[in-house]
């Protein structure tokens, strides 16, 4: 289900607005090669698809995210953990993605991202239970708890912000989403820039969590 919203605000317009001209202002994408990124992606295929597209919606898909996104997220899986294993500032940590990135050159990287940004996301559908609440979240926000509107960094259709780095999420899987916002919530992940989605999500409900992921999970 898609749902479209006529309460876009005025100071979320500016907002988007002032997005837009960080991201024109920002450095040149990696000239990654889709050919080169095809034949590197076989390692990944068992878990994002052979298109990007995941079957298991714990794992996430990949098809048409941006390639500085792509290339940001998996260079925090490369950074090592603490002296007591713990997430350290930037990083990310899973025991397969974190072994599969170690390994990766910037050119791989640069390949990669190119590849799944040529790729095209399956469509898929909200919880209609849940699509109301989703969807206020992620174009209003929540006022009262001082939780930021999801539009104003992943943009109206979730497309995000290639040159910005801000990640496509149109599409998404909503049990993979559940589980990064939570993540954020308690710090497993920070990969963050400046501890924004940290700030934001531990404002949020698992209720609040639940929706707005099936929200986007239909968002196209």
Not at 148 to 161: K, L, Q, V
Request: a negative charge.
């Amino acid at each position: 289900m898609i749902i479209k919203s006529t309460y876009l605000n005025v100071s979320l317009r500016a907002l988007l607005a002032v997005f837009s001209t960080v991201a024109l202002a920002s450095g040149a994408q990696a000239a990654g090669s889709i050919d080169a990124g095809k034949e590197k992606a076989a390692t990944c295929i068992a878990c994002h698809g052979v298109d990007g597209n995941s079957a298991n919606p714990q794992w996430p898909s990949l098809a048409g995210q941006g390639e500085a996104y792509m290339i940001s997220t998996t260079e925090a899986f490369q950074i090592p953990l603490g002296e007591a294993g713990e997430v350290v500032e930037g990083g990310r940590y899973d025991p397969v993605m974190t072994g599969q990135a170690i390994n990766l050159s910037a050119e791989d990287l640069a390949d990669l991202g190119a590849y799944f940004n040529a790729q095209r996301m399956t469509g898929k559908v909200s919880d209609p239970a849940l699509v109301g609440e989703g969807e206020g979240l992620y174009r209003g926000g929540n006022i009262e708890a001082n939780v930021s509107a999801c539009i104003a960094c992943h943009g109206p259709s979730g497309r995000g912000n290639a040159p910005a780095a801000y990640p496509s999420i149109a599409g998404q899987h909503a049990v993979y989403t559940i589980k990064q916002l939570q993540d954020y919530r308690s710090g497993a992940r920070k990969s963050d820039k400046s501890e924004v989605m940290r700030s934001i999500t531990e404002r949020m409900t698992d209720n609040e969590i639940a929706a707005v992921a099936s929200y986007i999970q239909g968002l196209r």
